[in-house]
């Protein structure tokens, strides 16, 4: 019900030891010019209270970044508008790029990861998005994800 990128496509790892380069479990900084922040693409589970997420990255402006890190250990950040953005994962099981996709990122409260709320476009991420996934897509996306061998883009 739940997968994670573990860094923005654009991250490598020769990066890591990069004095102008951070990755961590929440945010990113590439060459100190591209900045990251991960958030949750939550879709509903169709005939359950459940919800289906993935957990992306998205990447703001130098402002937007410095202003959500400023706030990161804050309480009451999740009263912040929420921060444009451009979604820098791709997730393979989708039949066109989910690269550079526009979003929203609304901060939550305290330890909770931010909502991804994504521009709602036809793009098959965004359709799930609004309308929700059924309980087989959830089991179609698990396969894919588990076992790559198998597909890929759909």
């Not at 490598?12 to 990755?23: M, S």
């Not at 991420?125 to 883009?153: K, N, S, Y």
Request: with cysteine; charged share 20%.
């Amino acid at each position: 019900m739940h997968y994670t990128a573990g860094a923005p496509a654009v991250w490598d790892a020769a990066f890591a030891d990069a004095d102008d380069c951070l990755l961590s479990s929440d945010q990113c900084v590439v060459k100190a010019q591209h900045h990251f922040v991960k958030g949750l693409i939550e879709i509903p589970v169709i005939g359950t209270d459940e919800l289906f997420s993935w957990a992306v990255w998205v990447s703001l402006s130098r402002q937007n970044f410095a202003r959500a890190a400023d706030l990161w250990e804050t309480p009451g950040r999740d009263s912040e508008p929420p921060y444009f953005g451009w979604l820098n994962t791709e997730l393979t099981v989708y039949s066109s790029t989910t690269l550079n996709l526009k979003t929203h990122l609304h901060t939550r409260p305290l330890g909770e990861r931010p909502f991804v709320e994504l521009e709602p476009t036809d793009h098959p991420l965004a359709v799930e998005q609004r309308t929700g996934i059924t309980v087989d897509r959830v089991r179609e996306i698990a396969e894919a994800v588990l076992h790559p061998a198998g597909g890929g883009r759909r």
